[in-house]
């Protein structure tokens, strides 16, 4: 039997799998539930967890080094080691160490990339919306874009930095469509089209995207 990881949550249900980020495959169960249970469910769902496996190896990249391709704004940018410098300018400028390390140094580059871009085009596109934003920052989310809160405060995730400039405008225009319904009612994707013409493409295009690139 593939090793996995039984994970349990009292206000879980239903069991589901998933893959963590850590590529282990994680059995998610309400209590109670045992590992001859969680091993049988794997073996009856075999094809789901290939697919799971499949998505995941398409997704995570490589190990970093030099010459490994990161993506800014939906353009592949090659990493080039350096002593100290953590910068970008047409290049992932990183310093060699441990992979751990070197990881740690590209999100903080991708988190100042992130504030540098995404904050102001934020505030530029709220104020062309006709919306009014109480704050946005950067987050560490990995499985939300971004969000909006009552109170009209938005952040979105640093990994969104990754991704070309007309789909982050996409998630922008989502959180600030919140602004006037915070729900995903039908009025809320009419709200969400007057924003953004072509949500619903630009929405296929984000998920295409995820899929068919290796982003961090």
């Not at 390390?101 to 596109?125: D, Q, V, W």
């Not at 089209?193 to 072509?198: A, D, K, L, V």
């Amino acid at each position: 039997m593939s090793n996995f990881r039984l994970v349990y949550s009292a206000r879980r249900r239903r069991i589901a799998l998933q893959i963590a980020p850590d590529g282990v495959l994680e059995v998610l169960a309400p209590p109670g539930v045992g590992m001859d249970e969680a091993e049988s469910l794997i073996s009856r769902h075999r094809g789901v967890v290939e697919r799971l496996i499949s998505r995941y190896q398409r997704t995570v990249p490589d190990a970093l080094g030099e010459g490994t391709l990161c993506f800014y704004r939906g353009t592949a940018y090659p990493v080039q080691l350096s002593c100290r410098l953590i910068a970008f300018d047409g290049k992932f400028l990183l310093p060699a160490g441990t992979p751990g390390a070197m990881k740690t140094a590209l999100e903080s580059l991708y988190r100042k990339l992130a504030a540098a871009y995404i904050l102001p085009r934020a505030a530029s596109l709220a104020a062309s919306c006709g919306v009014e934003i109480k704050g946005c920052a950067i987050s560490g989310a990995r499985t939300r874009y971004g969000s909006c809160t009552a109170q009209g405060k938005c952040s979105f995730s640093w990994r969104l930095i990754q991704y070309p400039d007309d789909l982050i405008d996409y998630v922008i225009c989502h959180e600030l469509a919140h602004r006037r319904e915070m729900n995903h009612s039908p009025r809320f994707y009419r709200v969400l089209e007057t924003f953004c013409p072509g949500s619903e493409a630009k929405r296929r295009q984000l998920a295409d995207f995820s899929e068919n690139h290796k982003l961090f």
